[in-house]
């Protein structure tokens, strides 16, 4: 029998270029049971993660935490949100570097319910072109940040991807813990 998501870490290696060179043995089952079939192993080794990340404040967040991994030779943890239509799903995204540059990152399902419902926002009547935190799944509404407990509709749905300023913190916060952990490398 096959393991279900919740039994999966789905992990790639990226080298030092950043391409994935390799895929965890779950792979393939986790894009398609994520309706991703263009995701498949086959069709992503060899490529730039970067293709594959959507927004450049995700792609900047993403960057700068390979970027600390690799020059404090640390790992990064933080956790993140990926819901579906029907189920709030929360996730650990654990980056580990190598000595060659390379990087191991693993996405594990921490948490998994079904959401509070199935009720949809038809429309955000003052704001129209929202944005969702990649991280968090908060929606952008005007100047505000919020966690809905509906989903708009697919018409209404966030039209683009960013970090919201309190995912970013949380990230600046590790990065910083990283910085400030005392090294065992010996300095010549
Ligand atoms: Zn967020």
Same mark, same amino acid.
């Given at each position: 029998?096959? #393991?279900?998501?919740?039994? @999966?870490?789905n992990?790639?290696? %990226?080298?030092?270029?950043?391409? @994935?060179?390799s895929?965890?043995?779950h792979?393939?089952?986790y894009?398609?049971?994520e309706d991703?079939?263009?995701?498949? #192993?086959?069709?992503?080794?060899g490529r730039?993660i ?9 792609r900047?967040y %993403?960057?700068? @935490? ?5 020059i ?6 933080a ?16 980056v580990?570097?190598? #000595? ?19 009720r949809?926002?038809a #429309?955000f ?6 944005t ?8 952008q ?7 809905l407990e509906?989903?708009p509709e697919?018409?209404?749905f966030a039209k683009?991807?960013?970090?919201c ?8 916060q590790?990065?910083d ?6 090294? %065992?490398r010996?300095?010549n």
């Amino acid at each position: 029998m096959e #393991a279900g998501l919740e039994d @999966i870490t789905n992990s790639y290696t %990226l080298n030092e270029e950043d391409r @994935i060179v390799s895929v965890g043995p779950h792979w393939d089952q986790y894009a398609m049971e994520e309706d991703a079939p263009e995701s498949v #192993a086959d069709k992503v080794l060899g490529r730039e993660i970067w293709d594959f990340i959507e927004g450049h404040q995700t792609r900047d967040y %993403l960057f700068g @935490i390979f970027h600390v991994c690799r020059i404090e030779y640390e790992e990064f943890s933080a956790l993140y949100r990926c819901d579906t239509p029907d189920l709030y799903r929360l996730f650990r995204l654990i980056v580990k570097p190598h #000595a060659s540059g390379m990087l191991t990152v693993d996405h594990a399902l921490i948490e998994k319910r079904q959401s509070a419902g199935i009720r949809r926002i038809a #429309a955000f009547p003052d704001h129209h072109d929202t944005t969702r935190c990649s991280i968090c799944c908060a929606f952008q509404i005007g100047g505000k940040w919020i966690d809905l407990e509906v989903r708009p509709e697919p018409g209404n749905f966030a039209k683009s991807y960013s970090i919201c300023p309190k995912c970013q913190k949380t990230a600046q916060q590790e990065i910083d813990r990283i910085k400030a952990k005392p090294k %065992l490398r010996s300095v010549n």
